[in-house]
């Protein structure tokens, strides 16, 4: 299947593991020049380096989505080598596992500033290159917890659903420029976050029985099929749709 982005710039952030670095490879597998930027550069170097040696083509780059001159950087430096940017999956993330009242001034300031205004400086820095081209594809990864959360993710839930909020806005004011955007929407998926939650628990079994009965389809979803999700929001498939959200999620916010 043509999906349309072969050697297409795909730059991916928090790509050194988890859905990101899961797209990477979905990507990769379709022929496109993937960018895998993270603030652990060792470990996308490994990824890239991976991707690399089973065939495909890899770039990574060290990041840091909250930080504006990180992110001019990183956009440079792919300008330099590329000279254009078709595709971002926004996906840095960090998260939090306390009550409201437990979470410190200094916790909330370090989730929104990776979650809500790393995806801002992503979006502000590479929308520009993409009006240049009158074209490209943002898709921002925002949560379940913007629909419906659960105990103790409150600071967390606020970043995602305000992910979903930005995202609106920007496909109004850039469509006109080619510019398609949109959200994917995990369920609870097997990534280091999911399972910090479950073990941060008091009950980690517990919670994460309460977890796998909440999904109607019984399990956590697998990073590669988050991943072919965004495949499609990116692909020459969705080119009608923006500011809009996919979840996949098994089917946990159809009962919420």
Same mark, same amino acid.
């Given at each position: ?26 990507? /990769? #597998?379709?022929? &496109?020049?993937?960018?895998?930027? %993270? =603030? ?5 170097? !490994? *990824?890239?380096? +991976?991707?690399?040696? /089973? #065939?495909?083509? &890899?770039?990574?780059?060290?990041? %840091? =989505? ?5 992110? !001019? *950087?990183?956009? +440079? ?20 596992? !306390? ?15 990776v979650n809500l205004k790393g995806v801002f400086l992503t979006c502000k820095y590479v929308i520009p290159v993409m009006q240049r081209q009158k074209k490209g594809a943002i898709i921002i990864s ?41 959200c994917i929407i995990p369920g609870a998926t097997d990534t280091r976050l999911v399972r910090g939650y479950i073990e941060s628990s008091n009950d980690p079994e517990a919670t994460r029985k309460r ?46």
């Amino acid at each position: 299947m043509d999906w349309g982005l072969q050697n297409k710039v795909v730059v991916i952030t928090g790509a050194a593991n988890g859905i990101g670095r899961a797209t990477a490879d979905v990507f /990769a #597998g379709v022929g &496109a020049q993937v960018v895998l930027a %993270d =603030v652990d550069h060792a470990l996308a170097t !490994k *990824a890239s380096q +991976e991707i690399i040696s /089973a #065939g495909g083509k &890899a770039w990574a780059i060290e990041c %840091d =989505v909250s930080r504006t001159d990180s992110v !001019k *950087a990183m956009v +440079e430096l792919i300008m330099q080598r590329y000279a254009r940017i078709d595709v971002v999956h926004a996906n840095a993330a960090v998260q939090s596992n !306390k009550e409201a009242i437990a979470v410190t001034e200094e916790e909330w300031d370090r989730l929104h500033s990776v979650n809500l205004k790393g995806v801002f400086l992503t979006c502000k820095y590479v929308i520009p290159v993409m009006q240049r081209q009158k074209k490209g594809a943002i898709i921002i990864s925002s949560s379940g917890h913007a629909f419906a959360t659960y105990p103790n993710s409150s600071a967390y839930a606020a970043t995602k659903g305000g992910e979903l909020a930005f995202m609106r806005g920007l496909a109004l004011d850039y469509a006109k420029d080619g510019i398609r955007v949109n959200c994917i929407i995990p369920g609870a998926t097997d990534t280091r976050l999911v399972r910090g939650y479950i073990e941060s628990s008091n009950d980690p079994e517990a919670t994460r029985k309460r977890l796998m009965d909440s999904i109607p389809m019984g399990r956590l979803a697998k990073p590669e099929e988050v991943a072919r999700g965004i495949l499609f929001l990116a692909s020459d498939f969705a080119e009608y749709i923006t500011g809009t959200s996919l979840a996949v999620d098994g089917g946990l916010l159809a009962q919420a």
